[in-house]
Antibody, heavy 120, light 107 residues
Framework: QVQLQESGPGLVKPSETLSLTCTVS????????WNWIRQPPGKGLEWIGY???????NYNPSLKSRVTISVDTSKNQFSLKLSSVTAADTAVYYC??????????????WGQGTLVTVSS | DIQMTQSPSSLSASVGDRVTITCRAS??????LNWYQQKPGKAPKLLIY???TLQSGVPSRFSGSGSGTDFTLTINSLQPEDFATYYC?????????FGQGTKLEIK
């Protein structure tokens, strides 16, 4: 059974960098594409970006200047860094797996999500 | 960027009803369209990919159709566990944006 688990600080100060890690179990990270998605409280979903185990990444153009996604195949983990955060970045952050080139077969496994609040 | 617009934003229905949710893309996306179900406090669950293919384990009362710019999600014979929020998502270009959601409530 594939499982994903997000971890990281739940509170980040404005202008600082948000850092989260997703640990994958039950599957090798050397397959598929690994994504970050977020959801502000009471609002809809926003795709942030993905990484392939080779290090190939693709980011949402609206966040591209502030986002870095990296992978650690030895730990079966991938990570998100979002710089210069503001209150607008307060959200539940999910990691998820997608299948197929361009995620054609959808986002089939998700973590439970972690709330990150941006506040001083 | 491709905008995804769902209608209605909310919907009230009864157990046993048939409901249809519509998703419109701001440009043609072929069949690069997924549907998700989300319950409060939970991660989204993939229901349908490639506009009309049912994800493994999803009940057959769920179905999807459409291509180009207009898509529908249909739920036949609503069950109590189907009351949730539904999202469409395109995966045509890498903004992979979602619709705003449709909240399905019990009448």
């Amino acid at each position: 059974q594939v499982q994903l688990q997000e971890s990281g600080p739940g509170l980040v100060k404005p202008s600082e960098t948000l850092s989260l890690t997703c640990t994958v179990s039950g599957d090798s990270i050397r397959t598929y594409y690994w994504n970050w998605i977020r959801q502000p409280p009471g609002k809809g979903l926003e795709w942030i970006g993905y990484i392939y185990y080779s290090g190939n990444t693709n980011y949402n153009p609206s966040l591209k200047s502030r986002v870095t996604i990296s992978v650690d195949t030895s730990k079966n983990q991938f990570s998100l860094k979002l710089s210069s955060v503001t209150a607008a970045d307060t959200a539940v952050y999910y990691c998820a797996r997608c299948v197929g080139g361009d995620c054609y077969f959808g986002f089939d496994y998700w973590g439970q999500g972690t709330l990150v609040t941006v506040s001083s | 960027d491709i905008q995804m617009t769902q209608s209605p934003s909310s919907l009230s229905a009864s157990v046993g009803d048939r409901v249809t949710i519509t998703c419109r893309a701001s440009q043609r996306i072929n069949n690069y369209l997924n549907w998700y179900q989300q319950k409060p406090g939970k991660a989204p669950k993939l229901l349908i990919y490639a506009a009309s293919t049912l994800q493994s384990g999803v009940p057959s009362r769920f179905s999807g159709s459409g291509s180009g710019t207009d898509f529908t999600l249909t739920i036949n014979s609503l069950q109590p566990e189907d009351f949730a929020t539904y999202y469409c998502q395109h995966i045509y270009i890498t903004s992979y944006s979602f619709g705003q959601g449709t909240k399905l409530e019990i009448k």
